[in-house]
């Protein structure tokens, strides 16, 4: 089982810019695929971003144009860059891991989550 930790969350006013870490532990990073959810107080956790082994991102209309995803296979690490935030970004940011026999989002591992607030 894969061992995640994000990292970088924090206050920030309307605007703004974060940078989340989700570092992971175990081998063959490199083939999993990664994925960044978000949960707001009351509301459902939802998709935030995605990024397969070979690269390929996907966002929610939500945040694109706004968040880029990427990794760094060398380090184990994933990143979530948000810029322009926005009150409604608000939540628990999550990080997860799914190996290719897994469904990211509906198997594998999670981090414990870091918050991100932004006021306005």
């Known amino acids: 089982q894969v061992q995640l930790v994000e990292s970088g969350g924090g206050l920030v006013q309307a605007g703004g810019s974060l940078r989340l870490s989700c570092a992971a532990s175990?081998?063959?990073?490199?083939?999993?695929?990664l994925g960044w959810y978000r949960q707001a107080p009351g509301k459902q956790r939802e998709l935030v971003a995605t990024?397969?082994?070979?690269?390929?991102?996907d966002y929610s209309d939500s945040v694109k144009g706004r968040f880029t995803i990427s990794r760094d296979n060398a380090k184990n690490t994933v990143y979530l860059q948000m810029n322009s935030l926005k009150p409604e970004d608000t939540a628990v940011y999550y990080c997860?891991?799914?190996?290719?026999?897994?469904?990211?989002?509906?198997?594998?591992?999670w981090g414990q989550g870091t918050q991100v607030t932004v006021s306005s």
């Open positions: 997860t891991s799914s190996t290719p026999f897994q469904t990211l989002g509906v198997s594998g591992s």
């Open positions: 990024i397969t082994s070979g690269g390929r991102t």
């Open positions: 175990g081998t063959f990073f490199s083939f999993n695929n």
